[in-house]
């Protein structure tokens, strides 16, 4: 009987945990519905491949973010602390997604960017986790980034683009060219 206790005590403990997380999620992500309602409809992707493929060309960790919309756990992303002068491809496709201009620590614990191209990433609505949220995925491949929510930096776009870094691959800006800047 002493186990069976041990077994309930240790069960609650995990939902409260995952119940905690739940509630740092959503006291952290203040979202909004319209810029899902921007580009619905638009669902077709220039990369279209199988589960099988995507398997075997992403890592487990990749794939479980990228193709079955998974989130890295806060605060452990290679990129949420990452500030070099680059660009963010989509490690599915390739495609360049964001630029390291227009990212900035929002402490939520994801990488996070106040702009993206809206040619380069399609919105949905995402009701999972008794949430409203904005889904971010890749406008090639389908791939999915993260969500976007409205409490980005006011005195630049106002939007705040939460992207898992395992949905990324940064290039370092090799060109570092100072001189292509003319004034
Ligand atoms: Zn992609």
């Known amino acids: 009987m002493k186990?069976?206790?041990?077994?309930?005590?240790?069960?609650?403990?995990?939902?409260?945990?995952?119940?905690?997380?739940?509630?740092?999620?959503?006291?952290?992500?203040?979202s909004s519905e319209?810029?899902?309602?921007?580009?619905?409809?638009?669902?077709?992707?220039?990369?279209?491949?199988?589960?099988?493929?995507?398997?075997?060309?992403l890592s487990q960790e990749e794939?479980?973010?990228?193709?079955?919309?998974?989130t890295e756990r806060p605060f452990t992303g290679k990129y949420d602390h990452h500030f070099e002068d680059g660009n963010y491809k989509c490690a599915g496709c390739g495609e360049i997604l964001f630029t390291s201009e227009t990212k900035y620590d929002?402490?939520?614990?994801?990488?996070?960017?106040?702009?993206?191209?809206?040619s380069k990433v399609n919105y949905i609505k995402d009701n999972t986790f008794g949430m409203v949220r904005t889904e971010v995925v890749c406008s090639n491949c389908g791939g999915h980034l993260g969500h976007v929510f409205e409490d980005?930096?006011?005195d630049k776009t106002g939007i705040r683009y939460c992207i898992n870094?395992?949905?990324?691959?940064?290039?370092?800006?090799?060109?570092?060219?100072?001189?292509?800047?003319?004034?």
């Open 152 to 154: 980005g930096p006011k």
């Open 106 to 118: 929002s402490g939520c614990g994801w990488p996070a960017f106040y702009y993206a191209d809206s």
């Open 34 to 57: 319209t810029l899902a309602q921007k580009n619905e409809g638009k669902m077709e992707y220039q990369v279209n491949k199988s589960e099988n493929e995507w398997k075997t060309e």
């Open 165 to 183: 870094s395992v949905s990324l691959k940064f290039e370092k800006d090799t060109l570092n060219n100072s001189t292509n800047k003319s004034d």
């Open 3 to 30: 186990t069976n206790f041990k077994n309930i005590s240790s069960i609650i403990g995990f939902a409260l945990i995952q119940l905690s997380l739940i509630i740092f999620i959503n006291g952290c992500f203040n």
């Open 63 to 70: 794939f479980d973010v990228l193709r079955n919309k998974g």
